[in-house]
Nanobody, 124 residues
Framework: QVQLVESGGGLVQAGGSLRLSCAAS????????MGWFRQAPGKEREFVAA????????DYADSVKGRFTISRDNAKNTVNLQMNSLKSEDTAVYYC?????????????????WGQGTQVTVSS
């Protein structure tokens, strides 16, 4: 089992940047595909980005491609989401998630473990 704790959310102006971090417990972090999801008020939780176990492969939602970058540090049990050129539509609670998988996954139903979420608010 793995426990996930997100940090780094906050209020930022449109066009600005934020860096989210997710700290994972346990000794098997490198065996998990890690993902970031977000949920805006009144909307379903949606996929944002995922990274493979070793960090060599990534996947992004079309809405964030070219603006967001996911990365991980297996030595520190952390996964990060660098968010640039933020837009008001990026406002949401952002969740870190983990799944034991050999392939990247974008379906939230496949992820086994979730953090508590961190609020990101982009003002226009």
């Amino acid at each position: 089992q793995v426990q996930l704790v997100e940090s780094g959310g906050g209020l930022v102006q449109a066009g600005g940047s934020l860096r989210l971090s997710c700290a994972a417990s346990g000794r098997t972090f490198s065996t998990y595909v890690m993902g970031w999801f977000r949920q805006a008020p009144g909307k379903e939780r949606e996929f944002v980005a995922a990274i493979s176990r070793g960090g060599s492969s990534t996947d992004y939602a079309d809405s964030v491609k070219g603006r967001f970058t996911i990365s991980r540090d297996n030595a520190k049990n952390t996964v990060n989401l660098q968010m640039n050129s933020l837009k008001s539509e990026d406002t949401a609670v952002y969740y870190c998630a983990a799944v034991r998988s050999s392939t990247l996954l974008s379906s939230r139903s496949r992820y086994e473990y979730w953090g508590q979420g961190t609020q990101v608010t982009v003002s226009s």
